[in-house]
């Protein structure tokens, strides 16, 4: 039997990136621009399941092809010293262990800071320096053999203080011309905060890129050509259903695409019947997976506030929320802009918003829905 390539997980990399040609683009002109460009510094915006972690495992395959060592980390309370240990694991086999004469040299000059073997610091470097000095060495070490370093920090929460040092440490090296580039990753919410922080300055001339839907066009496509694959049939309305279904959003891509496989498999056509039900369970899913995640942080009166505009099938007034909930038009700006921060709803024109988590206001709708449980 035909193994299922959709993959309905979080933090992998999927079979094929779909609808981001554009940024993957600006992404390669950027890891080919000189030293010091710009672009080498980027942001990704999005809310769960849109993508980024994908992406960044993307961009590291790219920029292994370009020369980079990449260092892929989670933005903890250890991201400085994993992100120097993962340089010194990636990078080893690219550096051969002798030091060269000039090395031996350069070691002497500067009073004994330098490696021992290799990209391992020696006893002087480990013990009395900080990761500003570690990270130089290693750059300037790993751009002897050609290699630049490209770091990838996922899950960017909040402005914490080694996501500050890594910040200063970013600009200081991007003075002194090293080949370092960076993309940080995280949700609307976390990364407005972040922004905020004056000591990240240099993260706002970061290129920033929202998590956008993929087009519904593109999904069809990918669908269609996964089918075919299989050698299973599928009429033009039941494909249209199911990328329509997706919103764009690339986990229901996955999770949709799975049920379809999962519940046809070894069929030589896909139902229209099948398409249905396979959208029913992947909605299903996104409770656990997406909702919960999403509304836990909220308050009740944010919840609420979301309840109100799920009434609405497309967009929600300003006003008519404000009578909705019999507040005043402050309280609606108050909590518009929480939840705008949070990455929940998009606010399209003035006095307009809209919920832009697909199929939340159905969840928020739902008669069992439970506010105690957030
Ligand atoms: N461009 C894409 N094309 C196809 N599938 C994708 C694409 N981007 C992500 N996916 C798939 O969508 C799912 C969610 O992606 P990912 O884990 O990268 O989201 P995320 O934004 O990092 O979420 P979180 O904020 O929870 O970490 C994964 O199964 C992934 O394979
Ligand atoms: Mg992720």
Do not use: W
Not at 77 to 100: E, H, M, N, P, R
Not at 337 to 364: F, S, W
């Amino acid at each position: 039997m035909k193994t299922n390539i959709f993959t309905p997980t979080f933090g992998n990399k999927p079979f094929r990136i779909i609808g981001r040609d554009d940024i993957l683009q600006e992404f390669d002109e950027a890891i080919s621009a000189p030293v010091g460009h710009p672009g080498r510094s980027m942001m990704l915006i999005g809310q769960r399941g849109t993508g980024k972690t994908a992406l960044l495992l993307e961009f590291a395959e790219r920029a292994q092809k370009k020369n980079y060592i990449t260092a892929k980390v989670t933005a903890n309370a250890q991201l400085l010293s994993d992100i120097l240990q993962v340089i010194q694991s990636q990078g080893a086999k690219f550096v051969k262990g002798k030091k060269s004469i000039s090395e031996v040299n350069t070691e002497v000059n500067i009073k004994g800071i330098g490696f021992s073997l290799g990209l391992t610091f020696n006893e002087e470097t480990e013990k009395n320096y900080g990761f500003r000095i570690k990270l130089s060495l290693l750059l300037d070490k790993l751009s002897k053999y050609n290699k630049g370093v490209l770091l990838l920090v996922d899950e960017v929460q909040s402005s914490s203080d080694s996501i500050r040092e890594l910040a200063t440490t970013y600009q200081h090296l991007i003075g002194e011309e090293k080949n370092i580039a960076i993309v940080m990753a995280g949700l609307p919410s976390a990364l407005s905060s972040v922004l905020n922080d004056k000591i990240l300055t240099f993260l706002n001339r970061a290129k920033q890129i929202k998590m956008n839907p993929i087009p519904i066009s593109e999904v069809r496509q990918f669908y269609q050509e996964s089918f075919e694959n299989n050698k299973q049939e599928i009429s033009d309305k039941a494909l249209e259903k199911a990328a329509k279904a997706t919103q764009g959003f690339p986990y229901l891509l996955q999770l949709i695409g799975y049920q379809i496989e999962r519940n046809c498999a070894g069929l030589k056509v896909i139902s229209d019947q099948c398409v249905q039900s396979a959208i029913k369970e992947a909605k299903a899913a996104l409770a656990d997976s997406v909702f919960k995640p999403c509304l836990n942080p909220l308050s009740n009166q944010d919840i609420a506030f979301l309840q109100a505009m799920a009434k609405d099938k497309t967009y929600s007034c300003v006003d008519d929320i404000a009578t909705r909930l019999k507040v005043n038009q402050g309280y609606v700006q108050m909590y518009r802009k929480r939840l705008l921060d949070a990455g929940v709803i998009a606010a399209p024109r003035r006095g307009i918003m809209t919920i832009i988590i697909p199929y939340l206001n159905e969840y928020l709708l739902q008669e069992n829905f439970d506010l105690a449980t957030f």
